[in-house]
């Protein structure tokens, strides 16, 4: 890995917080090994230190630090989707909080009020939630993610999570994980039984929003080597271009990656594609703006949608989703589901020429995907 890369991210977390009673956990002490940084011990239920005060300005000093404790609440929560628009139905598992990476867009901006990255050493609790929902309602299909308030590989050098996760999944009938990132941090993956039961996933953008809008992230390149170590694996693979965002030459952009994409990795192996525009909370544009002076994704025209976020105008979505979608539609699989991320079924309608209803719903049309039984 050259000097420049970011590949793996963890390479910027300097110092490690340890809540005492966590010290002893011998998983607390492989990741100790593994990270082979200083760290201090913290009161229980207590805090690393004061960089909370000034949270947002202190973000990016907060990114280097890395907090190992207990979760007291709960690991696994249903999706937390809108009444407005089509729902994917996505099972969370919490696993921490925060990354080391910085999107210019990253909502845990505005929902975050602490700088530090937060991980659960307290694993068995997380199995065992799992554990208790998987198996009592076992006619019931769950579709996992760990990448809602964190990238699920960005820290998985130090934490090897993924290891443990993967070969459980492994042995469940009913479900599926889906391992969401944009590092290159696939090292852990190898020799695992997954038996086809988690999806690695890759988000992409156009090449210059992965340079500019999402600092310290693997560059294209990087994270398509990785999703074709992941594939000759035999994992099944995913692909998420969101945010969509409309930049100067945003053509060629997206053009580039979707050709890069479908050289790279076989067709056959990605189950499904998710595509959904800029949008926005009023209270992210501000810190956005106040973070990153450079960037110019949040001065542009905005609607405000039916659950309080910004989005390009409707025309505007529908035309980066047609050229993009276009550019899929010859070459994805039959199996391959390519849908939107919280949009209304007029924009399916008019971009697909379908409504997510006519295939039973986005949640069935992604299981079928997962068990890779979706035909578009
Ligand atoms: S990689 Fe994901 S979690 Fe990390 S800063 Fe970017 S959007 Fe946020």
């Not at 090292?187 to 992965?210: C, D, F, K, Q, Y």
């Amino acid at each position: 890995m050259g000097e420049n890369s970011w590949k793996d991210p963890s390479i910027f977390i300097d110092k490690i917080y340890v809540e005492e009673s966590c010290i002893d956990l011998p998983y607390t002490r492989e990741i100790l090994s593994r990270a082979n940084l200083p760290y201090t011990l913290v009161p229980d239920r207590g805090k690393p230190n004061d960089l909370d005060k000034d949270y947002v300005n202190n973000l990016t000093a907060g990114k280097r630090q890395l907090f190992l404790c207990n979760n007291r609440g709960h690991f696994f929560k249903p999706c937390p989707g809108t009444r407005d628009y089509q729902c994917c139905d996505y099972q969370v598992l919490n696993t921490g909080m925060n990354c080391p990476m910085d999107c210019v867009y990253c909502i845990l901006q505005a929902y975050l009020n602490a700088p530090w990255l937060t991980f659960y050493v307290n694993y068995q609790k997380l199995f065992k939630e799992l554990d208790d929902s998987l198996h009592t309602d076992s006619r019931r299909f769950f579709r996992i993610g760990t990448g809602e308030f964190t990238d699920s590989l960005a820290i998985d050098r130090l934490t090897g999570l993924s290891r443990m996760l993967v070969n459980y999944i492994g042995k469940q009938e009913n479900a599926v994980l889906e391992l969401k990132t944009k590092s290159g941090v696939v090292g852990n993956l190898a020799g695992l039984e997954h038996n086809g039961r988690t999806i690695v996933a890759w988000s992409l953008n156009s090449p210059i929003i992965m340079k500019k809008e999402e600092i310290r992230s693997a560059t294209l390149d990087e994270r398509l080597a990785a999703a074709r170590y992941c594939a000759k694996l035999g994992y099944k693979l995913a692909f998420h271009f969101d945010p969509i965002i409309d930049h100067p030459c945003w053509k060629e952009g997206y053009t580039e990656t979707i050709e890069r994409l479908f050289q790279e990795i076989p067709a056959e192996s990605i189950v499904w594609i998710s595509l959904g525009a800029l949008r926005f909370i009023p209270s992210l544009k501000e810190i956005g703006i106040q973070r990153f002076p450079h960037s110019r994704i949040y001065y542009q025209e905005f609607i405000e949608g039916l659950d309080n976020k910004a989005r390009y105008f409707r025309p505007n979505r529908v035309k980066l989703y047609t050229f993009i979608y276009d550019l899929f539609r010859t070459k994805i699989s039959e199996k391959t589901c390519v849908y939107f991320c919280m949009e209304s079924d007029e924009i399916w309608e008019e971009v697909m020429g379908f409504a997510p209803g006519e295939k039973g719903g986005i949640p069935s049309m992604l299981d079928k995907a997962a068990k890779m039984e979706y035909l578009k």
